[in-house]
Structure formats: structure tokens, C-alpha cells
């Protein structure tokens, strides 16, 4: 058997004192309640029976909650869902539309009970329209909304492929908890709460802001991928091979730090073409690229160090770990026996911080029915019938 983690500790973040019902998914949901945890939100996971993975307990997506296995396909079951809606701030949960109403556990079973309640909803493709009921991940979400081009050297050339971090995490993740924390903040204002329709494919598609707005400027060509100054089009934004086989990151894009990368790499200002005329790219490019094969990364490393011609080595996750800076900042930790990136943003009065290790499916169950004002006869029979169980 393996031995219990402890018992989340509650810290005083920016969240204390919400309180959140997460219905157990994947990806997504459990980031956006892992920032909301890491903020000092009290989380509590909702699992179904016989469902668990090898090595749960290394999930660091799910740190920092509780859990509590209720058996959905029974009343009883229901009904306790309900009871923890009308204790709690939040519901989260990120089935494919219309399986929580089917379940009775659906924003208007839920609000009935507690008007307050935020209900949020995190899918793929949003809760309408005509691929709402449809599979997805998050490559289909980029591809969707013209995002994989980005990651085109150039027209008709097979874009890249991310892993799903982009659309899941940044526009689906993030986004949910960021659309939970202002749905939070009003209701507390009005006292009514309210559903968010958090859709991965409308959160992937909000991060392209940046380039609608440079296309209505004229300082970026849309459909024409690789040709654009930042997407690999340009001399100085771009990833340079050095003299060992490894990688360069440059992106000296203010002609001040572009100024001084032409220096360290002892280049002639005056030889080379202008850099704003992007006819002149592939040339300086070519340049470029033989200059800094002519040294190693770490002989790069040492030339541009401490200089602010924004040039970075491309580093390994291990050697991410190691990097001096990162080391300094703390930016991974150690916790659970898992190497992860620690809580972020940094907050100076009320840190983020990681509140345990993530919990075996019902770890908690008694617990959580007794602190959340549960009968005591009522969680007997509860656990009693199966309805709820406890963990090993």
C-alpha cells in the first residue's frame, strides 16, 4: 500500500478562503484548478470510482487538492455533487457539452441550488456550434483557427508540430481560471453567479490578437508564413546552428540590440544591407548563419553574456534546471518527488504557493464530507452504501 500524502495545506494566497468543486478531467482542467490552488484556493476533485492511472500521486497538474470518489450513477451520488455546489464558489468541470446536464449535475441543476455559484465549463470547441459534440486536441484547435502556420518556414511548408500546450494550456487552461477568478470577483459584487463557456479553440484564437493587429498595420503578411520578421522570415529573430551542432535563439528585434549583436559577432555595420528592407533577409541571414557557425554554443554563450543583444542558448529541460538564472529564481522546485516549474506569477504579500502533493482518487472523502458541514450520520451512510469512497 502505498502511504498517504498529507493533507493539503491551506496558505494564505490571494484565493483564500474560495472554495472550488472540481469534476476530474484531463489536461485543461486540472491546470487552470492547479493555478487556483497554487493561489490558495481549497480544491476539492470529485473522481469517479475504479478510475486511476499508474503514478496519480506524480500528476503535479493535481496538486495541491483533495479528493473525494462519488459514485455519479447513483442518486445519492447526485445529490452529494449538489450539496458540495451549494458549499462552493466554483464548479469546474470540462466534459463534452451536455454530459454534466445528463449526470443532473448541469449549471442549472446547480445554480437552482446555490445562485452564486460560478459554473465553469472548459471544452474544446465551445458549448455550441457546429463542432461543439465533436473530438478535438489541441493541434485540431490550432489548426482551426490559422495558428499552425505560425509554425510554417514558409508558404506550403508542413507546419511544425507543438505539443499541446498552446491551445489545452495557454488558451484553455490559463483562460479558464482567468475567466473563473473575474466570474468570482463580480459575483461577489452582485451576489448572482453565472456560466463560463471556456472553449480552447476561442482561447488559442485570442492569442493571435497580436497578429491581427500587425496585419491591419501592414507589418505582417498573414498568409504568407515564414516571410514575416518574427516567424523566421527575418536575419534577427531567428535560430542560428553553432560550430558543435547545437542551437543559438536571436532576437535582437530594436535596432539597438540588433546594433550590438552585429558587434559581438565582429561584423562591419557599415558592409552589411539594411535590415529593415526584408529583401535583404535571406542574404544577412546566410551571413549570419556562417558567422556563428564558427564557434561553439558555449564559446556563444561567453561572447553574449550579460550583453543585450538577446541571444540565448537553446537549452534541454536538464539543462533548463540548470541554468544559473533559473537556479537563482527558483523557477523549478522539487516537491512530491517530482522536478516541476514552480508557482506562478509571484505575488509579494500573498505568494503562490504549492499546497501538496495530488491526491489518490477518495484520499480525502470523509474529511472533505465532515469540513464541508456534512451530517455525520449522513456521511455513515454515504460511505456505508458505496455512494462515496474512501481511498486506501
Not at 369 to 376: A, K, V
Amino acid at each position: 500500500m502505498t502511504e498517504a500524502s498529507p493533507t493539503p495545506r491551506r496558505h494564505p494566497g490571494p484565493l483564500a478562503g474560495i472554495k472550488i468543486v472540481e469534476i476530474a478531467g484531463l489536461g485543461p482542467t486540472p491546470f487552470a484548478g492547479m493555478l487556483l490552488s497554487d493561489m490558495g484556493a481549497d480544491i476539492i476533485r470529485v473522481d469517479r470510482p475504479g478510475v486511476g492511472r499508474p503514478n496519480d500521486d506524480k500528476y503535479a497538474l493535481s496538486r495541491g487538492r483533495r479528493s473525494i470518489v462519488v459514485d455519479l450513477k447513483k442518486p445519492e451520488g447526485v445529490e452529494t455533487v449538489l450539496a458540495l455546489a451549494e458549499r462552493a464558489d466554483i464548479l469546474m468541470e470540462g466534459y463534452r457539452p451536455g454530459v454534466t446536464e445528463r449526470l443532473g449535475i448541469g449549471p442549472d441543476d446547480c445554480l437552482s441550488r446555490n445562485p452564486a455559484l460560478v459554473y465553469g465549463r472548459m471544452t474544446g470547441w465551445g458549448n455550441r456550434g457546429p463542432l461543439s459534440q465533436t473530438a478535438g486536441h489541441d493541434l485540431n484547435y490550432l489548426a482551426l483557427t490559422g495558428v499552425l502556420t505560425l509554425f510554417q518556414r514558409g508558404p506550403g511548408a508542413r507546419p511544425a508540430t507543438p505539443p499541446g500546450l498552446l491551445a489545452d494550456f495557454a488558451g484553455g487552461g490559463l483562460m479558464f481560471a482567468f475567466g473563473i477568478v473575474c466570474a468570482v470577483f463580480e459575483a461577489r459584487q452582485s451576489g448572482k453567479g453565472q456560466v463560463i463557456d471556456a472553449a480552447m479553440v476561442d482561447g488559442v484564437a485570442s492569442l493571435t490578437t497580436l497578429i491581427y493587429s500587425m496585419t491591419a498595420q501592414n507589418r505582417w503578411k498573414m498568409d504568407a508564413p515564414g516571410s514575416n520578421f518574427c516567424d523566421g522570415g527575418s536575419n534577427y529573430y531567428d535560430i542560428y546552428e553553432t560550430a558543435d551542432g547545437q542551437y543559438l535563439a536571436v532576437a535582437p528585434t530594436e535596432p539597438q540590440f540588433y546594433a550590438i549583436l552585429v558587434e559581438k559577432l565582429g561584423l562591419d555595420p557599415a558592409s552589411l544591407p539594411d535590415r529593415d528592407n526584408a529583401a535583404n533577409w535571406p542574404a544577412l541571414s546566410e551571413t549570419f548563419a556562417e558567422v556563428f557557425r564558427s564557434r561553439t554554443r558555449t564559446e556563444w554563450e561567453v561572447v553574449f553574456d550579460g550583453s543585450d543583444a538577446c541571444v540565448t542558448p537553446i537549452l534541454s529541460f536538464a539543462e533548463a534546471r540548470r541554468h544559473p538564472h533559473n537556479i537563482e529564481r527558483g523557477t523549478f522546485v522539487e516537491e512530491f518527488g517530482v522536478v516541476q516549474p514552480a508557482p506562478a506569477p509571484r505575488l509579494s504579500r500573498t505568494p503562490a504557493t504549492i499546497a501538496g502533493p495530488p491526491p489518490r482518487g477518495g484520499q480525502h472523502s470523509a474529511e472533505i464530507l465532515r469540513d464541508w458541514g456534512f451530517p455525520s450520520d449522513r456521511i455513515d451512510a454515504l460511505l456505508a452504501d458505496g455512494t462515496v469512497v474512501n481511498g486506501d
